[in-house]
């Protein structure tokens, strides 16, 4: 016979319930929290104790609850947030499932004392896993005060996952600086959030705090002034907040904070964009740093996705993605990103080696140079031009490398100073009022040539170099296959290719960019990179990664003498490069080691 369909007590419910909304402490936290503000507190104080394993106590200043409603606050699905389904269109709080409480309810021991402020004297309940107390009254202060004890007391197996106090403060205080930077911005009131552990303070963050301070003292004090503000729009869509400089990266996306309509939320299309914007800035497996807000109408975005109410769901992704990528994109270009080279503090006897010399992030603004009237260094009769960083290997006629910029160059580009030594066959040395600038010479050609596939390509004066004879290049046949499966994208890069058969392909002809560079070692490094894909990527992708490989391969290496016509000729080429500050792959191209730092150190000043 088959067994028979029964309706689950509410105990074991709100159990299941528990399981989705209530993962840890840090989760009972952000619940609460997010009643408070809705409640319309402007103070709220956070207790917690042993990581919240034996205590999570929350005291607002809200609008209360009325005596007669206690009962219901742990009923399931029981809000004051909505009255019918047309309300899910138009979200204007954090909470409105009726959930929350009802789950911690269930796996907790919950005492909860309120009063309305229009009234003499409040009440209190208190829910043991779902079984709830008479209402007694209560004579406290206006607003809400909450303990939460003995989290998973009748789930042991939930309460075995906990991880260590201090890991389950860190996902506590997490939760609270969400919720402070959320609420920090333009009409937003002030809100005064304080947490204390075991009886310390660990965050007091005042209401007059701005989204700059309050990031300062939830993080680095030293960060907001790495931070770039941005502002933009696209239709009823609005975007603000700070990005961070490259320097600042991260070896994962937690300092990338999302929020619509003051909700944090994880969006992993929005989490794209931003990395996108910083391509060519960061190095493969860095993340930028991000504190962007996004404000739509509330029919713009579902926020009814999840219980958690972390994931939401837009109307219009693909505009929100541009209009992040757009927008931190001209930022960073408007921004000057050249990083500062400083030597240890504490003034030493020995000769500091290259290791020894720390790396400040700092940005600093380079000087104005007058117009150079004599070359760097009068060059040698018989010396190349700077197309032999590459000249093509069948003769073709000198082109210019790219049409002359503007009047006014960035300052990065402004033409060459004075004097300029090459260091270790790798190095520029060059002198500016500021100081000295120290360029990676093939960081700087990587990023130009970079610039000038990419332009030329976009433009369709790519020139490249039709081989007499195709070469052959043999492969292993997966490499072979991966390769003939991007041969438009190859095409569009100068590379042509045909397929031989027997895992041969024929190289057909190269970009003139590429050089006196074997055409044959640059296939085979596509090849590897190709092959080292676990999945296909995207168009843009591929071809951004292609560019930066043909670059690279076709820039001077570290190692390779220059004589003064080509130093100053690839000093001079600077303003070709969209960003100069750093190479495709995220490195940076130069130092400065200021002037002022070189004084301190011998004690001029």
Do not use: K, Y
């Given at each position: 016979m088959p067994p028979r369909i029964q309706q689950l007590p509410p105990l074991?419910?709100?159990q299941i319930a528990a399981g989705e909304v209530i993962e840890r402490p840090a989760s009972v936290v952000k619940e609460l929290l997010e009643n408070a503000v809705d409640a319309g507190s402007r103070r709220i104080e956070l207790e917690v104790e042993q990581g919240g394993h034996d205590l999570v106590r929350i005291v607002d200043d809200g609008c209360g609850i009325a005596p007669e409603d206690l009962p219901l606050v742990f009923a399931s699905h029981a809000t004051s947030k909505l009255r019918n389904a047309d309300d899910l269109f138009a979200i204007g709080t954090f909470g409105?499932?009726?959930?929350?409480?009802?789950?911690?309810?269930?796996?907790?021991?919950?005492v909860l004392q309120s009063r309305p402020p229009e009234l003499p004297h409040g009440a209190a309940i208190e829910c043991r896993g779902s079984e709830l107390s008479a209402v007694r009254p209560w004579n406290g202060a206006p607003g809400t005060r909450i303990e939460?004890?003995?989290?998973?007391?009748?789930?042991?197996?939930?309460r075995k996952f906990l991880r260590s106090p201090a890991t389950e403060l860190g996902h506590i205080s997490e939760a609270v600086t969400r919720l402070a930077l959320a609420y920090a911005r333009g009409s937003r009131p002030g809100l005064h959030l304080i947490l204390r552990h075991n009886g310390r303070v660990v965050h007091d963050i005042p209401p007059q705090a701005t989204l700059l301070?309050?990031?300062?003292?939830?993080?680095?004090?030293?960060?907001?002034?790495?931070?770039?503000?941005?502002?933009?729009?696209?239709?009823?869509?609005r975007l603000s907040g700070y990005i961070a400089e490259p320097s600042c990266d991260r070896n994962n996306s937690r300092m990338q904070y999302l929020f619509v309509n003051g909700r944090w939320i994880r969006d992993r299309n929005l989490g794209h964009a931003l990395q996108e914007a910083y391509r060519g800035l960061l190095m493969t497996g860095r993340y930028a740093v991000g504190f962007l807000f996004l404000q739509l109408p509330p029919d713009q975005v579902d926020v009814n996705v999840h219980p958690t109410k972390c994931e939401v769901r837009f109307r219009n992704a693909q505009a929100l993605h541009q209009l992040i990528y757009t927008t931190v994109k001209a930022r960073l270009r408007r921004a000057n990103l050249v990083p500062t080279l400083q030597v240890p503090a504490t003034p030493t006897l020995s000769v500091p080696t290259a290791s020894s010399i720390p790396f400040s992030r700092s940005p600093t603004?380079?000087?104005?140079?007058?117009?150079?009237?004599v070359p760097i260094a009068p060059p040698p009769p018989a010396s190349p031009a700077l197309e032999s960083l590459p000249t093509p290997a069948v003769p073709t006629p000198r082109q210019p490398l790219a049409s002359p910029g503007p009047a006014t160059?960035?300052?990065?580009?402004?033409?060459?100073?004075p004097r300029v030594l090459q260091l270790y066959d790798a190095y520029l040395v060059v002198e500016t009022d500021e100081g000295m600038l120290v360029i990676d010479q093939h960081a700087l050609h990587e990023r130009i040539l970079y610039d000038q596939f990419r332009r030329r390509i976009e433009t369709g004066t790519l020139q490249c170099q039709a081989l007499l004879l195709p070469e052959a290049v043999d492969l292993p046949g997966e490499m072979a296959g991966r390769l003939l499966e991007q041969r438009e994208a190859l095409a569009e890069l100068g590379l042509g290719i045909e397929d031989f058969g027997g895992g041969t392909i024929l190289l057909t002809r190269y970009p003139v960019l590429l050089g006196r560079r074997s055409p044959r070692e640059?296939?085979?490094a596509v090849a590897d990179h190709l092959s080292n894909q676990e999945q296909p990527p995207s168009r843009q992708v591929l071809f951004n990664d292609l560019l930066s490989l043909l670059a690279c391969h076709a820039a001077v290496r570290a190692g390779e003498r220059l004589s003064p016509e080509l130093i100053n000729e690839l000093l001079e080429q600077r303003h070709l490069a969209d960003d100069h500050h750093h190479c495709p792959h995220g490195r940076p191209t130069a130092l400065l080691f200021s002037r002022q730092e070189l004084e301190r150190q011998f004690r001029r000043v």
């Open positions: 074991v419910v709100n409105f499932r009726g959930e929350a409480l009802a789950s911690i309810g269930g796996v907790a021991h919950v939460v004890r003995q989290l998973f007391f009748n789930t042991p197996v939930r301070e309050r990031i300062g003292l939830c993080f680095d004090e030293q960060l907001p002034a790495h931070l770039l503000e941005i502002e933009g729009s696209a239709g009823p869509a603004v380079l000087p104005e140079l007058p117009p150079r009237s160059l960035p300052l990065f580009a402004r033409v060459a100073p640059a296939l085979l």
